[in-house]
C-alpha cells in the first residue's frame, strides 16, 4: 500500500474517455452479445442460454467460481477479453442494449446474480444502494481466497457503465470501500478498490466523493496517493439522504420573490423586490445613470423652477472675479511690490497654501456684502468689469500672476474676512462707474 498502480490508472482512464484509440471491428451487422441477451444463442465456449444461468445458477456457486467463460458475455466489454470466443461489444450493441426493456431487465438479473455470489444484496433497484446479504461471511471468504474475482467485479463496474446503466457503478465501488477501509473485512480487495473500481465511476462528481471518503479512512492517511490531499480537504461531502440537492431542491422552502439571488427576505415595494441585482434591477431594467448625469439634470430641474425675475445663483467664477475687481481696486503701487518680495521669498509649498486659505476667505466677501431689495429679494451683483480708476494700474491683467499675488496680500493686511474690510469693499465697488 501507499504506491500507485499507474497501468491501472491508464487503462482506467481509457475507458473512462470511451476508447479514443479502438478501432471497431466490422462485424458485417452481427450483434452477438445482443443475440446472447435476447437468448438466441448460447454462449461459448460450452455454454447455455442466458436464462438457464440465470435461473439454475442463481446459488450454483461452485459453477460460477470455477467457470471463466460466462463472465465476458454477461458483462461485455468494448475491448477483447481472455475468451476469444466472445466478441467485444460494439457501439451498434450499446444502442441496441439501451433501447431494448428486456435486454436491460436481464442485465440487472445477471447483475443480481453476480452480487449474490459475493454475499452482497441489491435493495433498490432504483438507486443501486446496496447491503449485506444474510450469507456474507462464508462469501466474503471465498473473495478474499480467489483473487481473480477482482478482474470480475472491475468488468462488471464497466460494462454497466457502457449499457447504460452507471447509476450501480458508485453505491458498489462505496460498498466495497466500506467493508475493506472501514469494517476491515476484506483485505485481499483493497488495493483493486482503489486501483480499479473507484476510477471505474464515470460520473466526476460521484468519483471525486469516492475518492474523498477513502482518503477520510485510509490509514495512514500520510500514504494515500489516488488524490491530492488539499483538494480533498476542501471538497464538500455529498448531502445525506432525504436533503435536497443545491439550492431549490426538494428539503428547500421556498424562497420569497428577490430573496433567491440576493439570500435576503424583502417585503413587497422594497429595494430588493425584484429580485436579481444589488439595487432591485431585474434583467429588463436600464441601467441607472451615473452621478454626473444624475447632478446635470438636477440642476437643470431647479433652473425650471426658478421664478423669470428672480436672480440666479453665481457661480463660483463670478464670485471670484468680482472679489478680484473689489480687491485690484484697494491695492497701491507699494503694497504690490512689497507682497510679491515676500511671496518671492516663501517656499512654493508655503505659497500655495496660503492661496488656498485666502481664496476660501474671498469666496465669502460677495455672500457677506449682497444687499437686500424692497422686496425682500437679494438684487443681482455689480457688473463685474476691471477697474478702471486712474491710481490702480494693478488692476490690469497680468501675464506672470503678480496681480493676483498683491490682491490676496492687501487682503491679509486688512484683516480678509472681517466685517469692516468687507464693508468697505462692497462701498468701493458702489463707487466704480458702470
Known sequence: MGSRNWRAMRDMRRYRHHYPDLIERDGNGDMPNLSFYRNEIRFLPNGCFI??????????????????????WLFPLREPGVNWHAKPLTLREVEAFKSSKEVRDRLVQAYELM????????????TGQLRRAHNYQTRFQNLNSHSHNNLRITRILKSLG???LERYQAPLARFFLEETLVRRELPAVRQSALDYFVFSVRCPRQRRQLLRFAWQHFRPRRKFVWGPHDKLRRLRPDPPAGEGEGEGGAGDPDPLPGAAASGQSSAPGGPRDQ?????????????????????????????REQAPGEPGAQSASEVERIALNLEGCALSQGGLSQETQELGSQPPGTKVAEEVRKRRKVDQVPRSGDSVGAGGEAEPPAPTQPCALPGCPEARENENGVEEAGDRAELEQGAPGSLATTEASVD???????
Not at 428 to 434: F, G, M, N, S, T
Open 51 to 72: 436464462e438457464d444461468i440465470l435461473q439454475n445458477w442463481r446459488e450454483d456457486y461452485d459453477v460460477l467460481e470455477e467457470n471463466h467463460s460466462y463472465i465476458q
Open 115 to 126: 452480487l449474490g455470489f459475493y454475499g452482497i444484496q441489491l435493495e433498490d433497484r432504483s
Open 162 to 164: 457502457e449499457l447504460g
Open 275 to 303: 429580485g436579481g441585482e444589488a439595487g432591485g434591477r431585474g434583467e429588463g431594467a436600464p441601467e441607472p445613470p451615473s452621478p454626473k448625469e444624475s447632478k446635470k439634470r438636477k440642476l437643470d430641474a431647479n433652473r
Open 428 to 434: 468701493k465697488e458702489a463707487e466704480v462707474p458702470p
